[in-house]
């Protein structure tokens, strides 16, 4: 009995809050990568290059600015959440995001510039260290937002923030096509964001530096640091190899694989991250729950994941050298084999949310790094020396399969045996993939020379049919309902 009421607490608690986050992703990440694929449209994979290594710079900065202390604040108990520390956590946050914004204009970006042998990054890196000034308040509001598990506010901000990047950067691509529209819309939206979020929070922020708080949350935060920041260099390592031993055209084309999969990965598996980590930190000590909800999260990374990236294995390069240019023709391979990394990552589940969540993030470094500086990157590099591109997307795949093997069993020490269920989720929803690639080979067979009008049906087709298939596994209940209002129907 009590297996079962830790069950539909656990479904309840996370459907609700996860709906606001889904509805969040989809529309604003939805947004930004359909706005992406224009911008790859019209801009030569080149000026694509440059523009993916200075966000992906960006990008690993900006988690350095973060310094973990979004992650720190949701994590603490309630009773030790007072104001003091609050406004300890947003002082500190502000000097280390000021500094971090000096030194990427003044420093990083020139050095960046050197490095990749081109000097439209330097300029377009300064801008960039904009995005890093509004860190403080993007910090601590969304902090306290998603401690008051206010994901529906949360999502009309992010939503907001989306639509108005977009405009601002159509305008400039409109004026002065080129690398700086992906810059306007990154510092458009990282402005707004924190606007919208301050404004919500309603919290009002005083300047305070408290010793004891200081040590209390730079002492969890310096291990959650270290964890994004290794998570950071493993999702842009691919561009920064790629843009150093090939050249920005290549990593212009690696960059958009990488988004075109990983982000809709990341898009996807960030709706259960972001609301388990609140419910993983509030029942941190009920091992049972903690089983269920990692489960439960598993399931639904990969059934939404897999078919996804299974679709794009399958009808992926043809649709992509319509839709954005035959001078993407060569991205094919490369996003075949980082869509099955994808799915070897979505089958580990969120290990890393619990880790951090259980307050052991010091476990999840170790692994991290191991994986990272040990497997990817060396990986990489003879990747890219061997194989090329092709040989970078091989890398990441092998290695994230290594480290799923790993996490998985050292988790089964912390929290008791979980392997056997991840093992028979997967393998379940792996089945499910059949029909999606029979639909492709059956295709290929009728329409050798299928043209992308064929290919698109053909995927449109395979999405129905894993559809109807997975709906009454998902959702028995609402199946039930809509069998006996169509039977209702059948019988007037």
């Known amino acids: 009995m009590k297996s079962a009421a830790t069950t539909e607490r656990v479904a309840v608690s996370i459907r609700r809050d996860a709906i606001w986050t889904a509805l969040d992703i989809f529309l604003s990440a939805g947004l930004a990568f359909a706005f992406r694929l224009v911008i790859a449209r019209v801009l030569a994979p080149h000026d694509f290059g440059v523009a993916a290594i200075a966000l992906s710079v960006i990008a690993v900065l900006q988690v350095a600015s973060d310094f973990g202390l979004t992650a720190t604040l949701i994590q603490k108990d309630e009773a030790r959440v007072t104001p003091k520390l609050v406004n300890t956590t947003f002082t500190a946050s502000l000097i280390i995001s000021v500094c971090m914004a000096a030194v990427t204009a003044f420093v990083v970006a020139p050095l960046a510039a050197r490095f990749y042998n081109e000097p439209a990054l330097a300029p377009l890196l300064m801008v960039l260290a904009v995005n890093l000034l509004p860190s403080a308040f993007t910090t601590v509001s969304s902090a306290m937002l998603f401690r008051a598990r206010r994901f529906r506010a949360v999502a009309i901000n992010k939503i907001v923030c989306a639509v108005t990047a977009v405009l601002a950067a159509l305008v400039v691509l409109l004026i002065h096509p080129g690398p700086w529209v992906v ?157 099955l990394s994808a799915m070897v990552l979505a089958a580990g589940g969120n290990t890393s949310t619990l880790y951090k969540a259980l307050g052991r993030p010091g476990v999840d470094l170790a692994l991290l790094a191991g994986s990272i500086f040990a497997l990817l990157i060396p990986g990489m590099i003879l990747g890219a020396t061997m194989g090329g591109l092709v040989g970078v997307a091989i890398a990441t795949a092998v290695t994230r399969l290594i480290n799923n093997v790993v996490r998985q069993v050292l988790l089964d020490r912390l929290i008791g045996n979980v392997w056997g269920a991840a093992i028979k989720a997967v393998a379940r929803l792996l089945l499910m993939q059949i029909p999606i690639v029979a639909v492709w080979f059956v295709g290929r067979m009728i329409f050798p020379r299928a043209t992308w009008v064929e290919t698109f049906i053909m995927s449109l087709v395979a999405a129905m049919i894993y559809f109807v298939l997975e709906f009454p596994v998902a959702f028995p209940g609402q199946f039930k309902k809509a069998k006996f209002f169509l039977r209702k129907i059948c019988t007037l």
Not at 185 to 200: D, K, P, R, Y
Request: neutral net charge; aromatic residues 12%; glycine residues 8%.
């Open 183 to 339: 810059v306007c819309q990154a510092v458009v939206s990282a402005l707004i964001v924190a606007v919208g979020l301050t404004m919500t929070a309603g919290w009002s922020f005083r300047l305070a530096l408290e010793r004891a708080h200081l040590k209390e949350i730079f002492g969890f935060s310096s291990f959650v640091l270290a964890n994004d920041l290794i998570i950071a260099l493993s999702a842009n390592s691919g561009v920064f190899i790629v843009g150093r031993l090939i050249g920005a055209g290549d990593a212009g084309l690696y960059s958009l694989a990488v988004y075109v999969t990983d982000t809709i990965r990341q898009a996807l598996t960030s709706i259960t991250n972001r609301v388990t980590f609140v419910h993983y930190s509030i029942n941190k000590y009920d091992l049972s729950y903690l089983r269920q909800a990692l489960i439960s999260a598993l399931v639904w990374n990969c059934r939404i994941i897999f078919p996804v990236m299974t679709a794009l294995i399958c009808f992926g390069p043809q649709l992509a050298v319509h839709f954005i240019g035959p001078e993407w023709s060569e991205m094919g391979a490369v996003m075949q084999w980082l869509a």
